[in-house]
């Protein structure tokens, strides 16, 4: 290999090295996007700068302090020739942070938040005393609510949740949860009358995990929403009755609660795919093949009602499937954690992989939903598949939670 062949080999593994590089570290939330700062510095940043002598601590980081803006609370500092940092304070406790550069950063900062899978769009902050600006685009992550200011091209970070908030949950307000024994299941159907969309039942296989016996009750949601300085959803014409299930719920509140629910515990909460959702409604192992979530006959596991009436009940109002789980088969719709896909178990059953573990889609534009709900009982079979935008919120649509095993 002549010195010409090599350096060009030496360019083209460096550029692929480097593309690699890049999408991990997107995965890694160390992405620069501004001249001298990466998101986790700035995390870093807000949880652990000292607001007393705080000069020499940002000296040794290579900032440079400018001044202090009493008037703001605000204490600015420089990092090289281009970027200002202004981090703001109340009491003892740094509230924001933001970062002024040029406008082409500012636009790779817009790109790289939305490319990445770790930040969420929030269309709708729903947080008490902080007023959105209109010029900005907002993400959410672990905690953090990240935006982007049209009008000064700067990019910010403040935290999601009070300062003040104990990493502690009272247990009378954490779901209870079932144990759920993974392995090789059989989702969808192979009935003519089921819709085309629930269409070939395939294998697929599911790790252990445990479900909420229960939807998220309002009294629950309620407490988050209590600690986490959130507002209330819309309640329905009945009011809220603590022991019913939550409603009017975006898919984003969903996850958002589920989010907060780790921070708070230290385990990991999330939203059910559709296959753990669809086994655990079957009842897992202990299956009997039922129609409904428990019973072949609505009237057990649910109720119906007439066409146009909304008619949610107390969670547990009717009996359980054989996991002991309720409310599968009535009530609210569920949010699943996945995208919506017409064709998405045909694909699955096409490309069987013996033990491969179920995921959904990796893009679309609805999201999934299952079970069925107190105005459209004729929708409960367990084997309905339904699809909702996630910012979206109905009068008959809330969720549950899985809890991962370790």
Same mark, same amino acid.
């Given at each position: 290999?002549?010195? /010409?062949?090599? /350096?060009?080999?030496?360019?083209?593994?460096?550029?692929?090295?480097?593309?690699?590089?890049?999408?991990?570290? +997107?995965? %890694?939330?160390?992405?620069?996007?501004?001249?001298?700062?990466?998101?986790?510095?700035?995390?870093?940043?807000?949880?652990?700068?000292?607001?007393?002598?705080?000069? !020499?601590?940002?000296?040794?980081?290579?900032?440079?302090?400018?001044?202090?803006? *009493?008037?703001?609370?605000?204490?600015?500092?420089?990092?090289? $020739?281009?970027?200002?940092?202004?981090?703001? %304070?109340?009491? $003892?406790? /740094?509230? $924001? +942070?933001?970062?002024?550069?040029?406008?082409? %950063?500012?636009?790779?900062? +817009?790109?790289?938040?939305?490319?990445?899978?770790?930040?969420?769009?929030?269309?709708?902050?729903?947080?008490?005393?902080?007023?959105?600006?209109?010029?900005?685009?907002?993400?959410?992550?672990?905690?953090?609510?990240?935006?982007?200011?049209?009008?000064?091209?700067?990019?910010?970070?403040?935290?999601?949740? *009070?300062?003040?908030?104990?990493?502690?949950?009272?247990?009378?307000?954490?779901?209870?949860?079932?144990?759920?024994?993974?392995?090789?299941?059989?989702?969808?159907?192979?009935?003519?009358?089921?819709?085309?969309?629930?269409?070939?039942?395939?294998?697929?296989?599911?790790?252990?995990?445990?479900?909420?016996?229960?939807? +998220?009750?309002?009294?629950?949601?309620?407490?988050?929403?209590?600690?986490?300085?959130?507002?209330?959803?819309?309640?329905?014409?009945?009011?809220?009755?603590?022991?019913?299930?939550?409603?009017?719920?975006?898919?984003?509140?969903?996850?958002?609660?589920?989010?907060?629910?780790?921070?708070?515990?230290?385990?990991?909460?999330?939203?059910?795919?559709?296959?753990?959702?669809?086994?655990?409604?079957?009842?897992?192992? !202990?299956?009997?093949?039922?129609?409904?979530?428990?019973?072949?006959?609505?009237?057990?596991?649910?109720?119906?009602?007439? !066409?146009?009436?909304?008619?949610?009940?107390?969670?547990?109002?009717?009996?359980?499937?054989?996991?002991?789980?309720?409310?599968?088969?009535?009530?609210?719709?569920?949010?699943?954690?996945?995208?919506?896909?017409?064709?998405?178990?045909?694909?699955?059953?096409?490309?069987?992989?013996?033990?491969?573990?179920?995921?959904?889609?990796?893009?679309?534009?609805? !999201?999934?939903?299952?079970?069925?709900?107190?105005? $459209?009982?004729?929708?409960?079979?367990? /084997?309905?598949?339904?699809?909702?935008?996630?910012?979206?919120?109905?009068?008959?649509?809330?969720?549950?939670?899985?809890?991962?095993?370790?």
């Amino acid at each position: 290999m002549n010195l /010409i062949t090599k /350096i060009l080999a030496i360019i083209l593994i460096f550029i692929s090295s480097s593309k690699l590089q890049a999408q991990i570290d +997107i995965e %890694k939330v160390s992405l620069f996007f501004a001249e001298g700062y990466s998101i986790s510095e700035l995390e870093f940043l807000m949880e652990n700068m000292p607001l007393k002598k705080h000069e !020499k601590w940002m000296e040794k980081k290579g900032y440079v302090f400018r001044e202090e803006l *009493p008037s703001k609370n605000c204490l600015v500092y420089k990092k090289g $020739e281009v970027v200002t940092l202004y981090i703001f %304070k109340v009491k $003892e406790y /740094i509230s $924001e +942070i933001q970062v002024s550069s040029s406008p082409q %950063k500012y636009y790779q900062a +817009i790109d790289t938040f939305s490319k990445s899978p770790l930040f969420r769009p929030t269309s709708v902050l729903n947080k008490i005393g902080i007023k959105e600006d209109k010029q900005s685009k907002y993400w959410r992550n672990a905690g953090y609510i990240y935006y982007t200011d049209l009008d000064n091209y700067r990019v910010g970070i403040f935290r999601d949740y *009070p300062f003040e908030m104990d990493r502690k949950i009272n247990k009378s307000y954490l779901p209870e949860v079932v144990y759920v024994k993974g392995g090789s299941v059989t989702i969808g159907s192979n009935n003519s009358e089921d819709p085309e969309d629930t269409k070939p039942a395939f294998n697929t296989f599911v790790k252990d995990f445990s479900i909420g016996r229960f939807e +998220i009750t309002v009294k629950q949601y309620r407490y988050f929403c209590t600690e986490t300085n959130r507002k209330m959803p819309s309640a329905p014409n009945a009011g809220w009755s603590d022991n019913y299930p939550i409603r009017n719920i975006t898919w984003n509140d969903a996850i958002d609660y589920c989010y907060w629910l780790s921070y708070v515990t230290g385990k990991k909460y999330r939203l059910p795919n559709e296959a753990e959702w669809e086994y655990a409604a079957r009842g897992g192992q !202990k299956t009997k093949k039922f129609i409904y979530a428990g019973s072949d006959f609505l009237e057990k596991v649910g109720w119906i009602h007439k !066409k146009g009436e909304v008619d949610i009940r107390r969670v547990g109002s009717t009996y359980p499937n054989e996991l002991e789980l309720y409310d599968m088969s009535s009530n609210v719709f569920e949010w699943t954690n996945d995208w919506y896909s017409s064709s998405w178990y045909q694909s699955n059953s096409k490309n069987i992989v013996i033990n491969k573990v179920y995921r959904g889609p990796d893009e679309g534009s609805r !999201k999934a939903v299952r079970g069925g709900s107190g105005s $459209e009982s004729a929708r409960s079979k367990l /084997i309905y598949r339904g699809k909702i935008s996630p910012n979206l919120y109905y009068v008959d649509l809330g969720f549950r939670v899985v809890l991962e095993e370790d």
